[in-house]
Nanobody, 120 residues
Framework: QVQLVESGGGLVQAGGSLRLSCAAS????????MGWYRQAPGNQRELVAT???????NYADSVKGRFTISRDNGKNTVYLQMNSLKPEDTAVYYC??????????????WGQGTQVTVSS
């Protein structure tokens, strides 16, 4: 069984910064793409950023230049550095990873979500 555990959410003023972390654990053989998504009340879940195993990144236009995604393959961990935060960044942030385990081929796993609230 695989678990993704997120941390680092909280309350911050507009213009501030937060760093989210997500650690994958379990009988993991390999991790392909890892990413962050977010869902604000009344909205659909949307892509924030993804990073491939080789380091290629992709960002939503709304966060380009402000957020940076990175990963530590040795620790099975993905990070999201969020700078210049805006009230519209307020949402529950979810970690996702495409993981191959000892008993199953690649499939997507999700974390439980961490709340990010940006006050104006």
């Amino acid at each position: 069984q695989v678990q993704l555990v997120e941390s680092g959410g909280g309350l911050v003023q507009a213009g501030g910064s937060l760093r989210l972390s997500c650690a994958a654990s379990g009988r993991i053989v390999s991790i392909a793409t890892m990413g962050w998504y977010r869902q604000a009340p009344g909205n659909q879940r949307e892509l924030v950023a993804t990073i491939r195993s080789g380091g290629i990144t992709n960002y939503a236009d709304s966060v380009k230049g402000r957020f940076t995604i990175s990963r530590d393959n040795g620790k099975n961990t993905v990070y999201l550095q969020m700078n210049s935060l805006k009230p519209e960044d307020t949402a529950v942030y979810y970690c996702s990873a495409n993981i191959r385990t000892v008993s199953a081929d690649f499939r997507s796993y999700w974390g439980q979500g961490t709340q990010v609230t940006v006050s104006s």
